[in-house]
Every structure is written in C-alpha cells, then in structure tokens.
C-alpha cells in the first residue's frame, strides 16, 4: 500500500511542484540512519494555510495534502478528517453530492489511522500553495527519479510514515516530500540517512499557536 502511495506521489509531482526535468545523479548516503517510530496522536496540529477539503459522500472528507485535480469536481487523496461539518464551516462549493472549499483547519492528529479529528476551523488565512523553504545550502545537482523513489522508499518503508508528495525542487536542486506531519524526527532521519540539505521534508500540519 505503500509503494502504491508513493508512485502515485511520485508521478504527480509536477502537478504540487511544478518540477522541471531532473538531471543525473543520487543524493549521498551514509552507513546508518536513525530510524524513529512515525509520530502517532499529538497535541492539536494546524494546516499552515487555507487547504482543499473535499467531500465526495463515499469516504471520509478528504483533507487534499498531496495535490487537486482540475476536474469539476475536483478531487484529491490525503488526510481523513472524523467531525467535519459542513453546516458549521461557512460558504463552500457543490457539485452534485460532492462539496468542497479551502479552509485552515485544526485537529488531534493520528498518524496511526492518517485522521485529523477536527476541532476548529477558519476561512481566514493566506490561499492554498506550495510555498517553498529557502535552501539552506548551495544548490546540488538534481535528484533522478530513482533516487527520488529511493528516498521515498526509505520514508514510508523505514521509517512507517506516509509520503503525499515528492519530487524533484529545481531551486534548491534537492529532493522534496511531503507528509501530514513531522515533530522533527523524519527530516532527521533522511538527513542522517542521506545527507544534511538533500532531502527537504515538508509537514503539511505544524503545532497550533
């Protein structure tokens, strides 16, 4: 289910990125890595933006971390949301059973069972998009794909922790991924496993203020 998740991630990464063609070469490795258990329940986490939520009647509404589709409806894979209602959240759009809109939105985060349970959401907020870190190093060459499902690979199959997005940052030439949520211990493991400033891991949910 895994490797599932991440080629799917993989092959829409133009789509949340906007990646150019990748050149050769692999980010470095080292012989060990720390490998941490995924974070399971925490405290409440928030969405650093107004983010997608779509609801199709068939599942749970879905909050979209990995990227829309432009169709009408659209529609999206990510994060189960339990307690979502849609009478309490404002103006939002429908099309046939399928409702959708973007809000910031609050919950306790269970990486267990990939749900946020909700309990606040705002329509106030910067719009959705992917905003990306300053490198914080000297650009590198570009990661292939293989090394980009090398790295996803280690992520979801090492460390247990669901991937939503990867690919290639042409700015800073390093990989990028994304997840629901990382306290630190993902982004340290990558860096130990593969090098200090190739491999950026991105949090779609950081602790509320």
Not at 20 to 35: H, Q
């Amino acid at each position: 289910m895994m490797r599932r998740s991440l080629a799917a991630a993989v092959s829409c990464a133009a789509l949340v990125l906007g990646i150019a063609g990748c050149a050769t070469g692999e980010p470095g490795s080292t012989e060990t890595s720390s490998v941490p258990s995924a974070p399971t329940t925490v405290d409440i986490l928030t969405t650093k933006d107004r983010t997608m939520v779509i609801d199709d009647g068939e599942r749970p509404p879905q909050l979209c971390v990995g990227g829309v589709s432009e169709s009408l409806p659209p529609q999206c894979a990510g994060i189960d949301l339990e307690g979502w209602d849609w009478n309490a959240v404002g103006d939002h759009e429908q099309r046939g059973n399928v409702r959708w809109g973007e809000f910031v939105v609050s919950g306790e985060y269970s990486a267990a069972d990939n749900v946020l349970r909700v309990t606040a959401t705002s329509a106030e907020g910067t719009g959705p998009g992917h905003t990306a870190a300053p490198c914080t190093e000297e650009p590198r060459e570009s990661a292939d794909p293989s090394s980009i499902e090398r790295v996803g690979g280690f992520i979801e199959e090492d460390l247990g922790v669901r991937v939503f997005f990867a690919g290639d940052d042409p700015p800073c030439r390093s990989a990028r991924f994304g997840v629901a949520y990382d306290d630190g211990s993902v982004q340290s493991a990558v860096d130990s496993k593969f090098g200090a400033g190739t491999v950026i891991v991105e949090s779609a949910l950081v602790p509320a203020r």
